[in-house]
């Protein structure tokens, strides 16, 4: 293939001859590496946000006038897209464990970083997907 930026130009030779046998060495300069732990950061960044406790408002106990005026529309229950995220950051995580063992196991063809990038944008999508069908499904105030 070629020399890695991240290594010697010593070692390009003995990257060649491994290449030619069909095997190379994982290290840590590869790319997959990286979006494996994006991938964990936003699984992690999106259940700290989500479990994050709001303190509850006096709205929420007894509704006024003033806040049932201002506040007609629909209401996404927070445990049910806590739950969504959860299910979701799961999935990704294992997503990111998949990412690794390609990268580490596979050919150097691509496919462990395109995956990461379409698991992203696919947890990404889920998110809105979910937040779109608890706010349909939603009650009203």
Known sequence: MGCNVC???ATCADLARQEE???SAATLCHVFWA???ILLAFAGFTVIVVSLRRPSRA???EPSEATTSTD???RIDPEQLRGFVYVGAGALVLLAVAVILMGLFGTRSGRAEGLAVLGF???AAYLVAATLVLYVT???G
């Open 7 to 9: 290594r010697p130009p």
């Open 21 to 23: 046998r069909g095997w």
């Open 35 to 37: 979006l494996a732990v």
């Open 59 to 61: 709205a929420d106990d």
């Open 72 to 74: 007609p529309g629909r």
């Open 121 to 123: 944008f696919g947890y």
């Open 138 to 140: 939603g009650r009203k």
